[in-house]
Nanobody, 124 residues
């Protein structure tokens, strides 16, 4: 069964950090561009970050640039999203997605597999 599983979410105070993981089973992430998305209550899903196949390029939404870092460990078949200096507005369900492309897809429809999401809550 092909699936992506996110982990690492939780409750953190403003200014804190979390590291999300996206682990694949049933397929190898080496051949995929991996994106992170988030959806807050009452809001549309938005792209947060993406890393291309082969580490050649990364993308960050302006709202997270300088605070979030995406990385991949192909040996562990896992992609990470390090989130620092978290703000209340970062509160959302975070999803990872895999697209069988070299570069990051420009649209969410370009992704082939999606995880179930992990909740991140930033609150004092």
């Amino acid at each position: 069964q092909l699936q992506l599983v996110e982990s690492g979410g939780g409750l953190v105070q403003p200014g804190g950090s979390l590291r999300l993981s996206c682990a694949a089973s049933g397929f190898t992430l080496d051949y995929y561009a991996i994106g992170w998305f988030r959806q807050a209550p009452g809001k549309e899903r938005e792209g947060v970050s993406c890393i291309s196949r082969g580490h050649s390029s990364t993308y960050y939404a302006d709202s997270v640039k300088g605070r979030f870092t995406i990385s991949r460990d192909n040996a562990k078949n896992t992609v990470y999203l390090q989130m620092n200096s978290l703000k209340p507005e970062d509160t959302a369900v975070y999803y990872c997605a895999a697209g069988l492309t070299f570069l990051c897809p420009t649209l969410s429809s370009g992704y082939d597999y999606w995880g179930q999401g992990t909740q991140v809550t930033v609150s004092s």
